[in-house]
């Protein structure tokens, strides 16, 4: 069974850092592109980022590029997202996301809900 | 304002059939594929239709889905309450080099 368990999300100032992480298992992570999306609260989803299997493809949504970085450790199964400089607008739980490519998002974890507010 | 547009609701009975559009340009649903994603109440977003057409194994198939052109449609047959969701559409944008989503639509079964 596919699993995707987030962590690290919670309250945060605006123009703060936050690290979120994705443990991943039941699948086999070094060939699976992995994806962040998120959900603005009442709101609908928005993909924030994606990686290739390997690393060498990234790819950002313009309203986090430059502030925020993908990255993966394949040998820990792990995804990860490094948010700086964040916005209040930034707040929203965040979904690891396992993707067919860029094509389509196969498997969701639960989400991390991450606020950014004074 | 989402690049994908989709109604923001769409209703009909129990047992009927009901069609959710989502349209874009061509340099998303134009060329590339689309996908679709059912989200209950309170829970995480589950793919129902990859690759324009194609049902992920345990999707039942009542739902199905459709392209012309810039336009792509999901249709859900023998409403069920169950089926109460959020509905969204998604595709890679070569304009964009990014995945975008439609704004979702809301389906109530009646």
């Known amino acids: 069974e596919v699993q995707l368990v987030e962590s690290g999300g919670g309250l945060i100032q605006p123009g703060r850092s936050l690290r979120l992480s994705c443990v991943a298992s039941?699948?086999?992570?070094?060939?699976?592109?992995m994806h962040w999306v998120r959900q603005a609260p009442g709101k609908g989803l928005e993909w924030v980022s994606g990686?290739?299997?390997?690393?060498?493809?990234?790819g950002y949504a313009d309203s986090v590029k430059d502030r925020f970085t993908i990255s993966r450790d394949n040998a820990k199964n792990s995804l990860y997202l490094q948010m700086n400089s964040l916005r209040i607008e930034d707040t929203a739980v965040y979904y690891c996301v396992k993707g067919w490519l860029f094509t389509h998002f196969e498997h969701w974890g639960q989400g991390s809900l991450v606020t950014v507010s004074s | 304002q989402s690049v994908l547009t989709q109604p923001p609701s769409v209703s009909a009975a129990a047992g009927q059939t009901v069609t959710i559009s989502c349209s874009g340009r061509?340099?998303?649903?134009?060329?590339?594929?689309v996908s679709w994603y059912q989200q209950l109440s309170g829970a995480a977003p589950k793919l129902i239709i990859h690759d324009t057409t194609k049902r992920p194994s345990g999707i039942p198939d009542r739902f199905s889905a459709s392209k012309s052109g810039t336009s792509a449609t999901l249709g859900i047959t023998g409403l069920q309450t169950g089926d109460e969701a959020d509905y969204y559409c998604?595709?890679?944008?070569?304009?964009?080099?990014?995945?975008?989503f439609g704004g979702g639509t809301k389906l109530t079964v009646l």
């Open positions: 061509t340099s998303n649903i134009g060329k590339n594929y």
């Open positions: 039941g699948f086999t992570f070094d060939d699976s592109a």
């Open positions: 990686i290739s299997s390997s690393g060498s493809g990234i």
């Open positions: 998604a595709s890679w944008d070569d304009s964009l080099s990014g995945v975008v």
